[in-house]
């Protein structure tokens, strides 16, 4: 780059960062996720570094961002409150491992203290004689925000240590807002009309830095501590990795994922572990953080600049990043449902590449704003399917357009219909007129909690379905593997293990040939009731819709829906051809099970559980003659929650549920009894 580009280049990035650190740090709403705003400060690193003369005393560079705002008195850190070097590789790593050992001349591995890099705010703690006495917010590093009243309100922090603390002692931590309590204050804001937050952190640094510590005492906060101040009058450890019991021996949360681990192969293994735990934590973190254990060591390495050469930030892929929203694609479901999906600008986001993500429902799309041609934010979590956050206003072109929900259907051309009262539009193909309609039911014919029919994957079906050789269910069973290998990209073996899978699913039970019929309204619990009921396909197929009713939790929509369903020509032909091809299943007791040990309680469960796996868990409590479905309501016996339970809780909480945690429904499991009254 010429020396006058890169002048003004660097200009151009200084002025940028400037008002992204304002955004941020005083306005609480950042316009950029931290992944772009890592690559403009890199950007300026980089282009400072090929052009030293270009560095300014003002430049982003060369401070710690952050300002601290009016309204607050201010408090110098006598001791600055710097900011941590990040790495992104492992070969990040490998070089601050060799730049520390090389400082301290040292043979062999170095030892790390590793902790996980909560995404909150820095705080600074006073205590003198062990009593609380002031705490500030890092502000620019050297001067803070006196937050004293609004720390306080954190139950975490005592107000006296415990133990013989030093006269003055300053510790330092992460004020953050754990997952939960950001729900709910989203949930709030939302019930007031008020704006959400964009992220954990976010909520937490609007928390802290309320005028009225009031305010501050209803928000869920929390702290960790882990790193000193100015102490004085006192000894402290002269290892890192003995902060934390000493910090707690005076009281001090620390949190309990420290962890010593020695070089570079047991920091990947720390970073790999909490890598792995790191969606199941209860709050936000963006990276674990390695530092030298030894305090000598510390001293001996030093800062440069803002950081210090001792600590290292290692940081997890983004789960946010920005992109391009190019169109809008509509997805019809089986039963005729659209619903939108954004078409992206590919972007490595979450670790995997990302251009489609949900865009929910037309409601979800006008209440977020989105138009095609906006910079948005997309956010893939662990496995979680890439959403659609928000849009930048800032970025939005002239050009944008409104995202329409199209007059007819995509697929088969049928007028599209929204059903009063619903955020849903439908195709009014049916599976007759509409292609995506019959492939999605094939697929759910074919899915493994239905049929289960393996090797019979979305690809192959699509290509059954647009060649008419499969227009219903009963068509899989005539099949032949001869005519199958004669595919593009099916070689004879694999055609053959799909016919028998195809043969094998024949053998099935009638819960989950009901489910798979794919009725309308008729979800895994009420298949597994009406089996019960009815116990042949059919005795259902010639019940009234009175008669459907008196199955147990089935009320007057569920029941029309299936007198429906099985009055038509389509189903009736299917059921026979079904018969026809053998499609059998064992018979059902319906007597006992009112004696079963949880016959006459409904279970719900949400959030992820740690042991045990969702369906395995459902499955038992079915077996042990609980009744399993996906909502709470009035007729909800037990609410399980698992971590990251979101609004089910608050819904269960409303309506009186009680609620059980993982460890409660181990119980329920392994003695085959419901849970004792609390
Ligand atoms: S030590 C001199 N330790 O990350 C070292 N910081 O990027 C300065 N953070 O401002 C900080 N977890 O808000 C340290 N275990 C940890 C941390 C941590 C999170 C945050 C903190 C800091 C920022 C620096």
């Known amino acids: 780059m010429s020396d006058r580009r890169a002048a003004r280049r660097a200009e151009q990035l200084r002025e940028e960062i400037n008002g992204h650190d304002y955004r941020y740090y005083v306005l609480d709403e950042p316009a950029v996720p931290d992944a772009e705003y890592d690559r403009l400060m890199k950007e300026l690193r980089e282009i400072e570094s090929a052009h030293p003369e270009l560095v300014t005393a003002d430049s982003p560079t060369q401070r710690v961002s952050g300002v601290a705002s009016p309204g607050f008195a201010e408090v110098r850190h006598v001791i600055p409150m710097l900011s941590l070097n990040n790495g992104f590789t492992e070969e990040d790593l490998a070089d601050f491992d060799r730049k520390v050992r090389e400082r301290l001349e040292s043979e062999g591995p170095i030892d790390y203290s590793a902790t996980p890099k909560l995404d909150g705010l820095a705080i600074s703690v006073l205590f003198r004689d062990g009593v609380y006495t002031r705490a500030a917010t890092r502000g620019d590093g050297v001067t803070g925000e006196d937050v004293t009243a609004n720390v306080a309100t954190i139950r975490s922090v005592p107000r006296k240590l415990r133990g013989r603390p030093p006269a003055v002692l300053e510790v330092r931590g992460e004020v953050f807002l754990p997952y939960a309590g950001f729900e709910k204050m989203n949930r709030d804001a939302v019930a007031r009309g008020d704006k959400q937050y964009v992220n954990p952190r976010n909520a937490a640094s609007g928390s802290l830095r309320q005028l009225d510590p009031k305010i501050t005492a209803q928000r869920p906060l929390d702290l960790n501590f882990y790193e000193l101040g100015v102490v004085e009058g006192g000894a402290v450890p002269e290892r890192h990795s003995e902060l934390a019991g000493w910090l707690n021996s005076l009281g001090l949360r620390t949190g309990n994922e420290n962890r010593r681990v020695r070089g570079v192969e047991g920091c990947l293994e720390y970073y790999r572990d909490i890598g792995a735990r790191r969606l199941k934590l209860p709050f936000q973190i963006d990276g674990v953080v390695y530092k030298v254990d030894r305090r000598a060591d510390q001293e001996k390495l030093g800062f440069v600049s803002r950081a210090p050469r001792w ?50 429902n037309m409601d979800e799309v006008a209440r977020k704003g989105f138009r095609i041609g906006d910079t948005v934010v997309v956010r893939r979590a662990g496995d979680v399917i890439p959403e659609v956050v928000r849009y930048l206003p800032e970025k939005r ?158 009320g007057p929509i569920v029941a029309r829906s299936v007198y429906e369903f099985f009055q038509s020509d389509l189903a009736q032909s299917v059921v026979a051809r079904l018969k026809a091809s053998g499609v059998t299943y064992e018979p059902i007791s319906t007597e006992g099970r009112e004696s079963l040990p949880l016959a006459g309680l409904a279970f719900v469960i949400t959030g992820t559980l740690a042991g045990i796996q969702r369906e395995p868990a459902e499955d038992a409590l079915r077996e042990l003659g609980a009744k399993v479905s996906g909502s709470v309501s009035k007729k909800t016996s037990y609410l399980v929650v698992g971590a990251d339970a979101g609004s089910k809780r608050a819904k269960a909480q409303q309506l009186g549920v009680p609620i059980l945690d993982e460890a409660a429904l181990e119980m329920i499991l392994k003695t085959k009894r419901p849970p004792p009254p609390a």
């Open 311 to 360: 600590a290292l930030a290692h940081k997890y892929p983004a789960d946010e990043e920005m992109t391009l929203l190019e169109g809008v694609v509509f997805n019809v479901g089986r039963t005729g449902a659209l619903t939108p999906a954004a078409k992206l600008k590919p972007v490595f986001v979450g670790g995997v590449t990302v251009s489609n993500a949900t865009l929910h």
């Open 397 to 554: 072109p002239e050009d944008s357009r409104e995202i329409l929900m199209p007059a007819n259907c995509p697929v088969c051309g049928s007028p599209v219909t929204r059903l009063e009262d619903q955020a849903v539009y439908k195709c009014t193909g049916g599976v007759l007129k509409c292609r995506a309609q019959r492939a999605e039911w094939i697929m759910h014919f074919a899915g493994r909690r239905a049929l289960d029919i393996e090797g019979l994957g979305e690809k192959l079906i699509e290509q059954l379905v647009a060649d008419e050789t499969v227009t219903s269910p009963a068509d899989l069973f005539d099949i032949d593997a001869k005519s199958l290998a004669e595919r593009e990209r099916m070689g004879e073996k694999s055609a053959q293990n799909v016919v028998d899978a195809i043969t094998k699913s024949k053998k099935t039970t009638l819960p989950r040939l009901l489910y798979a019929l794919g009725i309308p309204q008729v979800g895994e619990s009420t298949a597994m009731a009406l089996a019960q009921q009815f116990g042949t396909v059919e005795k259902l197929g010639v019940a009234s819709p009175a008669l459907i009713e008196e199955t147990p939790d089935v």
